[in-house]
């Protein structure tokens, strides 16, 4: 008898544990031999653990388990209280495209005998059998852009960095997923951490850099435990070192832990903090492409960018930049998060609207009360009313509609939420993570949680200079946690003026 | 100032072989420090300093950048609530409101008796199944005020 089980942050936050112990001790109970895989997640947090059976008509899924519901596992499936039926029948399955996340929570993550069975290094050998410049074309014709938020094309910045002349390049894989909604990059690692390494190698290939990093925050000891155990399979089975799969192209990796800041996300604070030192941002130029890590030629990539490579190669250029809409090419994985009914992760062509996110797929609100607001792309994206909830998922469409997408983390609020609340909270963060190198950053957003105390106390005269004070530190912050702080703050402004009204709780 | 480790010189020279000739080693050894101590010992900033051949300064500005790098010990358990917005939209707030209370201490405090510290973070990865903790280093998801009076009463026996 063959179980899933996952073992994704998620599921293991949710008890996952002790439903594996559980499933173990009611088959030795039973004296049924039972071969425990723990995968990754399949993405549908509110249905974890959730629990798959192998049957000959398919995986069968139950969820959410509780230990009540583990002796079940072994008598008659149909009648099972959790039963949910074939796990790629399930509605939350079949409307998705899942290309970056095709293997998560279908495989075994650290077996690389499944990883091949499911089409991997399918993408390693087809990028082994072409030139390094017919690699970054391929890259550049699949339209992909930095998932991370930024969204410049990813294949531009790996011919900056192949038209580089340097004695050392590197790859540098940014998996400081530091914004609050977002966990695309933590379900990668943890559910197919060999797709990552792949893609890392296939850009190292692509530019001749034969050295690695992953940049992986402190908050993640999962993905930590797993990508570390995957880099040493990976390198006994000869897939990294000195001859990768025997063609004598050297690359190898190592997994870095970052240490709790937040701007260590931003591309320079990273690499200072990779160089041993203060992760303060740097100014750019010069662009890490020409000088980056140790000052060499610096591919640095967000997690799914990465991990999105092999498909492109597995399944061509063409047939992925086939998704989407617009310059928004391919697949996104949107993580529906906060206060919804479903929430987990969704990978699909761009284009959705908020609409469909929110009220199809998640189903509304948990609480069950209206939604008042949503923030897309993380503590530095803007929060957007019910009206604006036809606008279709892209980067280009969001930033007329003076938001983003960032790392395609949706939070979901009901009407409970303050928004001058969140405003300041905004400006707050911002203030603890500053990196202090610029004074925009450092001092205004200090003044704007003082500006929004006094909109609070019923100064009117507060609003122009908080206006002000966002188109200054807009205009003037050297990175995106300066520079985009005042999204949330001014779309909380703009959109949900009646939040900050003089004198609201003198008038209540 | 707690007293300084005993075996603070020779764990250092181990630290210090295990990450000779990395790139960029800092992060890695204080983070090897802090495993062996539970905090950065003041001591050790003159010995890593010399050994990278930097100035002590730097040494101090590295660990003052990062939350994560503690220049004391904390308690027996550390219990990490999230604050960040996916888990404000559940009732974060509330919930760590309730733990100041029970607990009898603010953010980056140790009770009395040095059972419990408790910490913010921005952010576990647990959004979809929020609001999020940490206890110890282990994950756990929907904490309302009775999961988190249940945690507590684990950490506090």
Redesign the interface.
Known sequence: MKIYLPRD??A???DADAIAAAILSEATRRGVAVDLVRNGSRGM??L?PLAEVVTASGRIAFGPMTLADVPGLFGDLAQHPKALGLTDDLPWMKAQTRLTFARVGVIDPLSLDDYRAHGGLTGLRKAMSMTPAAVVEEVIASGLRGRGGAGFPTGIKWKTVAGAAADRKYIVCNAD???????A??MLMEGDPFTLIEGMIIAGLAVSATKGFVYLR?????AIEVMTQAVHIARAAGILGPSVLGSGITFDMEI???????VCGEETSLLN????????VRAKPPLPALQG??GKPTVVNNVISLATIPAIFEMGAAFYKGFGLGRSLGTIPL??????AR???FECAFGLTLHQIIDDIAGGT?TGRPVKAV?VGG?LGAYFPRSKFDLPFGYEEYASADGLIGHA?V????DS?DMLK?AR?AME?CA??S?GKCTPCRIGAVRGAETIDRIARGDVAAIPLLTDLCQTMKAGSLCALGGFTPYPVMSALTHFPDDFAPMREAAE | MPPVPADLASRMTEILADHRGM??????I??AVQGAWGYVPQEVVPIIALD?NISRA?VH??IS?????REEPAGRHVVKL?R???????GADRVASHARQALGIDWHETTADGAVTLEP??????????P?A?VD??????VDEARLDALLATVQA
């Open positions: 942050a998620a293991r936050a949710l947090v509110w974890e997923e530091g914004d609050s909604g977002t966990f990059d933590r402190s908050e993640y000891p999962d870095r832990t970052g240490a709790g800041a937040y903090s990779l160089e041993g030192k203060r992760g303060v890590f140790l993580q529906i998060a906060g206060n919804v929430g987990g992760l948990a923030q503590p983390g939070v979901v609020f009901d939420v969140q909270f963060f603890i993570e990196c | 790139e960029g080693s800092l992060l890695p204080l983070h990278l730097e500005g590295v950048f990062y939350h994560d790098f999230c960040a917005e996916a888990c404000q939209a559940m973070v921005f952010c576990l990865g647990l959004c979809a199944c929020a999020a940490m280093g282990r994950v756990v998801g929907r």
